[in-house]
C-alpha cells in the first residue's frame, strides 16, 4: 500500500482549467443531458398522449360524417 501512495506522490496533477473554460464545458454538457432527456420525454409520453387525443376527436369527426350525430347515445343530464 505504501509503494502505491509512493508512486502517487510522484506524478504530477496537471493544472486545473480556468474556471470559465470549465463553466463553458459544464453548462454544455448538462444542457446537452437536458435536451435529451426533454427529447426522450416527449416522444415516450408527450406524443403517445398528443395521438390519444387527435385519434378521439379524428373517430368523432369520422362517427360524425357517417352517423350525422356527435355522439351515438345521449348523456344523462346532471341533477
Do not use: C
Not at 448538462?30 to 409520453?45: E, H, I, T
Amino acid at each position: 500500500m505504501a509503494n502505491l501512495l509512493e508512486q502517487l506522490a510522484e506524478l504530477e496533477v496537471p493544472p486545473p482549467p480556468p474556471a470559465a473554460q470549465f463553466d463553458r464545458q459544464l453548462h454544455e454538457r448538462v444542457n446537452r443531458s437536458l435536451f435529451v432527456w426533454q427529447l426522450v420525454d416527449l416522444v415516450v409520453s408527450g406524443l403517445p398522449w398528443a395521438m390519444l387525443h387527435f385519434s378521439r376527436a379524428l373517430v368523432g369527426l369520422i362517427a360524425f360524417t357517417v352517423t350525422g350525430q356527435y355522439e351515438a347515445k345521449p348523456k344523462k343530464p346532471r341533477r
